[in-house]
């Protein structure tokens, strides 16, 4: 990743159960999640109504940073 990429990038951490931890970064390249310990096949109910809060609370954070709005679309 090239230096301004990873200077516009914005990161957070969180778990989402005790078996699953996310890492989202989101940046000039798109969102890029980190899971551990692996990519599930499938979420618990638990787990799918905490990831998108963490998810939204980064995107407040990089909207705030870049002092506009941000967008997320889900396929």
């Known amino acids: 990743m090239s230096q301004l990429a990873s200077e516009a990038a914005e990161s957070k951490t969180f778990r989402l ?3 699953l931890t996310v890492e989202i970064t989101v940046g000039l390249g ?5 899971w551990t310990p692996t990519v599930p096949s499938k979420l618990t109910d638990k787990e ?5 809060r ?11 940073r870049l002092g506009s709005s941000v967008a997320v679309v889900e396929v």
């Open 17 to 19: 159960s005790r078996r």
């Open 30 to 34: 798109g969102l890029v999640c980190e």
């Open 48 to 52: 799918l109504k905490r990831y998108p």
């Open 54 to 64: 963490g998810r939204d609370e980064l995107l407040a954070r990089l909207a705030h």
